[in-house]
């Protein structure tokens, strides 16, 4: 990549955090379908592969700042302008990202919520089956003559 123009640099950088945004799309949609199924292994997989893509995109971004530091500002504009059909492409990624993550936290929330309710309702037959046990202790069934 040395003998690249900086705006070679910045659009190559920029093509790989679309790549990166993509992945993250198609993991975020299959992840929904996953939190539906209740495959809790599966998730935690997904969610471990969406912290990498998510740390690569995070570099791409670190390191296309450091290339924008380095160049006059009239180049700099340039390459905004010419970069800006695939600025708007990560940017639609990133706002299906947002909706689909809006989606998954909504549907972890239910099932944590649907969880809580049933804890709730074991401890309470719990609670009763532990009183009927209490409930004949120290009683005799026979007289005390007998």
Do not use: H
Request: aromatic share 4%; hydrophobic share 40%.
């Amino acid at each position: 990549m040395k003998n690249k123009t900086v705006s070679d640099q910045v659009i190559f950088c920029l093509q790989e955090q679309l790549k990166c945004y993509g992945l993250l799309v198609e993991k975020m949609e299959e992840q929904e379908k996953v939190i539906a199924l209740a495959d809790e292994r599966r998730l935690l997989a997904i969610m471990e592969e969406n912290e990498v893509l998510i740390g690569s995109a995070g570099k791409l971004e670190e390191k296309i700042g450091s290339i924008f530091k380095g160049i006059p500002e009239a180049e700099r504009n340039n390459i905004v302008k010419a970069t800006a059909k695939l600025r708007g492409q990560i940017e639609a990624c990133l706002k299906k990202l947002v909706a689909l993550e809006k989606v998954c936290e909504e549907a972890l929330n239910d099932e944590k919520s649907r969880i809580q309710a049933q804890i709730k309702e074991l401890q309470q037959k719990k609670s009763v089956l532990g009183k009927y046990g209490k409930t004949g202790e120290g009683q005799s069934w026979f007289s005390k003559k007998a």
